[in-house]
């Protein structure tokens, strides 16, 4: 179970077999509220130094921008 201590004022519908053009702009404005959109799409390199807060950082958004997308796709195919 995953639970949030954030209350959001938007939902985006998962993702199905029959969704996926009106789901992929919500989820991009969704990850891009939530500062984790450039990390999908690659815009945003990993600091090489992993030790430094930077790192943890993008790995923590990396994470975040995951779980995102996972919990938002359907979990069976209909």
Known sequence: MVSSTQTRKYSVDKLTMKNYRIWKPRMELLLDLEDLLEVTVGTCQAPKNTQSEAWKDRKNKDKRAKLEI?????????
């Open 70 to 78: 996972l919990l938002h796709v359907e979990d069976k195919a209909s």
